[in-house]
């Protein structure tokens, strides 16, 4: 790591702690306690409002502002593929949502760093048609942000038909498929619909507030406890 890199990764370390130690922030940047003692000498040098004290360690001026933003070079890679991922797989609207940040960032990165937009090596091939799914995404989100019940037309997997209203909780995606885990009126329990097997969808004006029985990370903890069966 770069020692710009670390000086910054130090700052953010501090921004998001009460109080850190010389030895916390060594073991998160693998790098010696002596190192960190130099490097948060150096900060403070600089005018970076960092106190210090014994048996606690650092903590960083609240009031403090990181000056313009920047970014590692394997955190621009990491960026630029997760958008590339979103281009490649979601709807247009969330593909152009991360097209318009990219250009943001690549406006404030210094010159030797934006050749990490350009790079070639890291490829999210768009192998599945997701037309299916496009026009559906952006009305589930909104519910789900919203907390409205929706109402769909869905083809089970053997092709039954079936009306549910739903409390939509989350949506995933499983490298092939989008699916949506709802809270489901009918069951009265959490389902997974397949998105591409919804048929039609109308959000309704009725919203929903859920108990910690209906909520996702209850869905969640309880798949992973099965799982965890084996």
Same mark, same amino acid.
């Given at each position: 790591? #770069? +020692?710009?890199d670390r000086l910054f990764q130090i700052i953010q370390i501090l921004r998001t702690r009460q109080w850190v130690t010389a030895n916390a922030i060594a073991e998160s940047l693998e790098v010696s306690v002596r190192? *960190?003692?130099?490097?948060?000498?150096? $900060?403070?040098?600089?005018?970076?409002?960092?106190?210090?004290? @014994?048996? +606690?360690?650092?903590? &960083?001026?609240?009031?403090?502002?990181?000056?313009?933003?920047?970014?590692?070079?394997?955190e621009l890679e990491s960026l630029v593929l997760g958008a590339r991922m979103v281009q490649a797989w979601s709807d247009m609207q969330l593909a152009g949502s991360a097209t318009s940040a990219l250009q943001r960032?690549?406006?404030? *990165?210094?010159?030797?760093?934006?050749?990490?937009?350009?790079?070639?090596?890291?490829? *999210? %091939?768009?192998?599945?048609?997701?037309?299916?799914?496009?026009?559906? $995404?952006?009305?589930?989100? #909104?519910?789900?942000?919203?907390?409205?019940?929706?109402?769909?037309?869905?083809?089970?997997?053997?092709? @039954?038909?079936? !009306?549910?209203?739903?409390? %939509?909780?989350? &949506?995933?995606?499983?490298?092939?498929? =989008?699916? &949506? *885990?709802? =809270?489901? /009126? $009918?069951?009265?329990?959490? #389902?997974?619909?397949?998105?591409?097997?919804?048929?039609?969808?109308?959000?309704?004006?009725?919203?929903?507030? /859920? !108990? !910690? /029985?209906?909520?996702?990370? !209850?869905? $969640?903890?309880? /798949?992973?406890?099965?799982?965890?069966?084996?």
């Open positions: 790591m #770069r +020692r710009a190192t *960190v003692y130099r490097d948060v000498q150096d $900060l403070s040098l600089s005018g970076t409002p960092i106190r210090s004290e @014994t048996g +606690r360690g650092y903590k &960083l001026d609240k009031a403090y502002n990181l000056p313009p933003i920047t970014f590692t070079e394997a960032i690549q406006t404030i *990165v210094p010159e030797q760093l934006k050749d990490a937009f350009d790079a070639t090596n890291l490829n *999210v %091939p768009a192998f599945h048609d997701f037309s299916e799914v496009a026009d559906k $995404l952006p009305e589930i989100r #909104r519910a789900i942000k919203s907390k409205n019940k929706i109402l769909i037309d869905y083809k089970r997997e053997d092709a @039954t038909p079936s !009306t549910r209203t739903l409390w %939509p909780l989350g &949506l995933f995606f499983w490298g092939s498929v =989008w699916t &949506l *885990v709802a =809270w489901c /009126e $009918l069951r009265a329990n959490h #389902r997974s619909f397949r998105i591409d097997r919804i048929e039609s969808i109308e959000s309704l004006e009725q919203t929903y507030s /859920e !108990t !910690t /029985e209906q909520l996702l990370e !209850t869905f $969640l903890l309880s /798949e992973a406890c099965s799982g965890s069966q084996g």
